[in-house]
């Protein structure tokens, strides 16, 4: 087997090359490990990457759930393993697992009422790939007919469940943009996604990595007992070439692989961000065109030297050793021409990915790396780390550690992805027409009671949930004219910490709804106060690829996501059509933006938010301010949130450019001016603001509504 020939040559190949070690890289092993610190490569932000990514898991998994959907999310790859810095710019990769599918392994697996598919496979089929056979639901027996337009019936008369529907269903999906890399998809360079089906019983295989002797120093016994109840996938790509490509699924460990990566220390890790910086900067370039040396390779290399080097080995004093080993497990790939899977019996990585040319060429590069005794790494341009290693105290203030800005940016992805979820989530509620938003919604509220899993976005989930149903029960009330029962207020008091304004914005905008101005005046003061200079705006309709303040940054380092979100996040208010009655009447408007054929021209993402009302925290906090001290006859104080309003509208100061809706901004100033008297400087103002966005922009209705025009 390719394992075990590997083995061997690996050990001959250690008695052979007991390395020198020289006498500085304890010292700059260390150095190295500060440095590693100072870019990210650190176990405080390791576990931040971990935290980031298992709640997007979370979150793209309730929302399924929430549409019907009967999948789970994954996310795999650096990102998620935390093993990764900002100049490596790593992709996202994500798995969404298809579960309603019976994958048998064996017939005795069949299931009654259900999508059975056998894995079948045979001499001709590929190392590592499977065909799917259709079986019936009612009786296990083989299907005879073509179920789905890309069924494929051999001459056996065996059909076979064809991985084109997959591809096909997400070309169509992503339109114009769909963007396709083996068995993944995207709409987007930097984001992939792969469709798979989850297989609960594990193929030959795989057990096999589980069964054979294992000598070495590693996995642990407890790693290895966890992976083996994890699932393994069945991914839709087919071995290039083969005559039977279209109905090939391919067989891959990512849990596994992933529970290995989560198992490994401090030293293992940042030993494979090294590797991946001189793959990156120093081998990729020895590539010809087509030709594939990928991360993947550098973590099979880490996982076979990680068995065969005692535990004490990976201590930050010999960290430089460790990198130079992991290096001579390339050589030694590069050398037999074979990458072995580490954990799929065999499988050449470097099969259809790397010529023989080219593994010729990186071996030689390797070398030369090794008996320089790793002077490359001053080289490194990676996040500056060859000049972080050659720098003097005195120029520590030129290399800022970066942690404190990943975190800040990690929770700030974080929490807008949170609002693009729970914007699918309520557009699905608000579009369900059989049992309507409200009772939708509870069925979601007690499906997220019976949640085992308590993490940030259930609980994300279910607050902001109870504070749109207190909204939209309120505004029944006030279009009733009926009292707002105490049950609802209760629910308010409930949710006002989902995040710094955005609950409370709402609870008194239903106050000034109903009339209560003065109860109102007390929440916007509360609000104003809360809306220092450290929080930090997040929006779901129009997720900002901005760095948060310094002051955020800071703060969500030394925090968790809860605490970060109630005391430094400000998500945008928005307010559904079922919620209208607690808004003002000029967010009606907003919810009725499309002009003509404006909703032939919204993205996916706007689609789900486009006909609600929705504004940013700190003007909206100003209109009412302006509606209520007016109210009220404090016109000092009235006048004072409309230079407010002014300010942020005009200015291009930070605070203005991290806005997400300058449009619905302006809207909103023009309507204060409107009430001031000065009607032809608010139309000019909506004028402004059709010009910046012509499509899908309320001041298209507020010029007609002042010119007596239509269109």
Not at 158 to 186: M, T
Not at 392 to 421: E, H, N, T, W
Not at 600 to 618: F, I, Q
Not at 645 to 665: G, K, M, Q, V, Y
Request: hydrophobic share 40%; aromatic share 10%.
């Amino acid at each position: 087997m390719l394992f075990s020939k590997f083995s061997q040559l690996f050990n001959v190949y250690l008695l052979q090359a007991m390395f020198r070690i020289p006498a500085f890289f304890p010292s700059l092993s260390v150095l190295l490990c500060r440095r590693l610190d100072a870019i990210g490569a650190n176990s405080l932000v390791f576990d931040r990457r971990r935290e980031a990514f298992l709640h997007r898991e979370a979150m793209w998994t309730v929302k399924n759930k929430a549409k019907g959907l009967n999948t789970v999310c994954y996310h795999f790859g650096s990102q998620s393993e935390g093993t990764t810095t900002p100049g490596l710019q790593s992709d996202t990769d994500s798995l969404i697992s298809v579960n309603n599918f019976n994958i048998m392994l064996r017939w005795s697996d069949w299931k009654r009422g259900t999508i059975n598919l056998l894995m079948v496979k045979d001499e001709s089929t590929p190392t590592q790939h499977y065909l799917l056979q259709r079986v019936r639901s009612d009786e296990p027996l083989p299907e005879t007919r073509a179920l789905e337009p890309y069924d494929v019936i051999d001459s056996q008369g065996r059909v076979f469940f064809s991985n084109l529907y997959v591809i096909r269903s997400c070309a169509q999906y992503f339109g114009a943009d769909h963007l396709r890399r083996g068995p993944s998809n995207s709409h987007l360079e930097d984001y992939d996604f792969v469709i798979a089906l989850s297989c609960s019983t594990l193929p030959p295989a795989i057990m096999a990595w589980f069964d054979a002797m294992r000598p070495g120093y590693w996995p642990p016994p407890e790693v290895f007992t966890i992976a083996r109840q994890l699932p393994c996938f069945l991914v839709p790509d087919g071995y290039r070439g083969s005559p039977t490509e279209d109905i090939e699924w391919r067989l891959t460990p990512n849990l596994i692989e992933r529970h290995l990566m989560f198992s490994l220390n401090d030293v293992q890790k940042k030993c494979l961000v090294v590797l991946k910086m001189l793959k990156h900067q120093e081998l990729k370039k020895h590539l010809h065109i087509g030709c594939k040396f990928t991360t993947f390779n550098c973590k099979t290399a880490l996982f076979f030297t990680l068995e065969r080097t005692p535990c004490d080995v990976w201590t930050e004093q010999r960290l430089l050793e460790c990198i130079v080993r992991c290096l001579h497990t390339l050589r030694e790939f590069l050398i037999q021409g074979e990458c072995p899977h580490y954990i799929v019996e065999n499988v050449d990585l470097f099969d259809q990915k790397l010529c023989r040319e080219c593994q010729v060429r990186l071996e030689k590069q390797i070398r030369a790396m090794i008996q320089d005794d790793m002077h490359v790494l001053f080289n490194l341009q990676i996040d500056d780390l060859g000049e972080r290693l050659m720098q003097i105290p005195q120029q520590v203030d030129r290399f800022p550690d970066q942690s404190a800005s990943i975190c800040g940016k990690l929770a700030q992805q974080m929490y807008s992805l949170y609002l693009v979820s729970f914007h699918g989530i309520c557009k699905h509620l608000c579009d369900n027409r059989r049992n309507g938003f409200y009772q939708c919604a509870i069925n979601l509220i007690n499906a997220l009671r019976l949640q085992q899993d308590n993490g940030t976005f259930t609980q994300f989930v279910f607050k902001n949930l109870l504070s749109s149903l207190a909204s939209v029960a309120s505004s029944y009330c006030i279009q009733t004219a009926q009292a707002v029962p105490r049950e609802v207020w209760q629910l308010y008091s409930e949710t006002l910490d989902t995040d710094v304004a955005s609950s409370r914005l709402k609870l008194a905008s239903m106050l000034y709804c109903r009339g209560d101005l003065q109860r109102s005046a007390i929440v916007l003061d509360d609000v104003q106060q809360r809306l220092d200079d450290s929080v930090t705006s997040v929006c779901g309709c129009i997720p900002l690829d901005r760095q948060p303040s310094e002051a955020f940054c800071e703060y969500a380092l030394r925090n968790g996501n809860l605490q970060t979100i109630t005391r430094k996040v400000s998500f945008c208010v928005r307010f559904l059509r079922q919620e209208m009655y607690c808004a003002p009447a000029i967010l009606w408007f907003e919810m009725n933006r499309g002009v003509g054929d404006d909703v032939n021209h919204r993205s996916a993402l706007e689609r789900d938010w486009m006909d609600w009302a929705v504004v940013d925290a700190r003007p909206f906090m100003l209109y009412l301010q302006y509606l209520t001290f007016g109210g009220l006859g404090e016109r000092q104080r009235q006048l004072q949130a409309l230079q407010g309003l002014f300010d942020i509208c005009r200015n291009d100061d930070e605070l203005s450019r991290n806005l997400a809706h300058p449009e619905t901004n302006a809207n909103l100033l023009g309507h204060c001016l409107e009430m001031e008297g000065e009607q032809l400087r608010a139309l000019l103002l909506y004028i402004a603001s059709r010009y910046d966005m012509p499509r899908n922009n309320a001041a298209n209705l507020h010029i007609q509504r002042l010119t007596g025009t239509q269109g």
